[in-house]
């Protein structure tokens, strides 16, 4: 079964810290991955896409690195801002029919 | 360039009622797909178009739920009659390809009371 796991499902920081977000899939064969942010109440808002031969690929303070041997992403966010806090969402296509495998998301609050 | 619209952004009803959600993509965007999320959740694929023609329904509960897309832009998603269990946002997003990036509406958050 493809799944995708997202890992902590919360977590809050303060202003300026760093943080890591995890995200761990089975989905086979792997098309390619990518990590949405979604504000309260808005749409989410796609922050990379990185495919199979990627191992890191940045968006200004947004790191996101891909193990596809492990079958692993990380989402590194630099230098907090209160306007980070939202929930980031990994999502890996693959599977049949390149059908989207979305994870449950994790919920960042960035606190002054 | 317009993001996707969609309508209403927020809509009341109770149960048995029934409510229809709008939605118009990205111009050129020929994959359009409907989401269902939940409080907490992440999106779950309802149905998913490309241009008029429907490639998976396979979650799409069809005894209560409908949508349409027939002239390959906008598209319509029918809840009739809605249930509690169908509080909801239900999002919208288009892509240009099969695999392309996503683009999603705002959502229309729907209450059944």
């Known amino acids: 079964k493809n799944q995708v796991e997202q890992s902590p499902q919360s977590l809050i920081i303060l202003e300026g810290k760093n943080c890591t977000l995890q995200?761990?899939?089975?989905?086979?064969?792997?098309?390619?991955l990518r990590w949405y942010k979604q504000d309260t109440g808005r749409g989410p808002v796609s922050l990379t896409i990185?495919?199979?031969?990627?191992n890191t690929k940045s968006n200004g303070r947004y790191t996101a690195t891909l193990d596809a041997d492990t079958k692993q992403s990380s989402l590194h966010i630099t230098a907090s801002q209160l306007s980070d806090s939202a929930s980031y969402i990994c999502?890996?296509?693959?599977?049949?029919?390149?059908?989207?495998?979305f994870g449950k998301g994790t919920s960042l609050l960035v606190t002054p | 360039e317009a993001g996707v619209a969609q309508s209403p952004r927020y809509k009341i009803i109770e149960k048995r009622q029934s409510v229809a959600f709008w939605c118009n993509p990205i111009?050129?965007?020929?994959?359009l797909y409907w989401y269902q999320q939940i409080l907490g959740q992440g999106p779950k694929l309802l149905i998913q178009?490309?241009?008029?023609?429907?490639?998976?329904d396979s979650q799409l509960p069809k005894d209560r739920f409908s949508a349409e897309r027939l002239k390959g832009v906008d598209s319509t998603l029918k809840i009739q009659p809605a249930k509690l269990e169908d509080s909801a946002v239900y999002l919208c997003?288009?892509?240009?390809?099969?695999?392309?990036?996503?683009?999603f509406g705002e959502g229309s958050r729907l209450t059944v009371l």
């Open positions: 999502v890996v296509s693959g599977g049949s029919g390149y059908a989207l495998n």
């Open positions: 990185m495919t199979f031969s990627e």
């Open positions: 995200c761990n899939y089975t989905v086979s064969p792997f098309s390619n």
């Open positions: 997003a288009g892509a240009k390809e099969f695999t392309g990036e996503l683009f």
């Open positions: 111009s050129g965007h020929a994959t």
């Open positions: 178009f490309q241009n008029n023609g429907v490639v998976d």
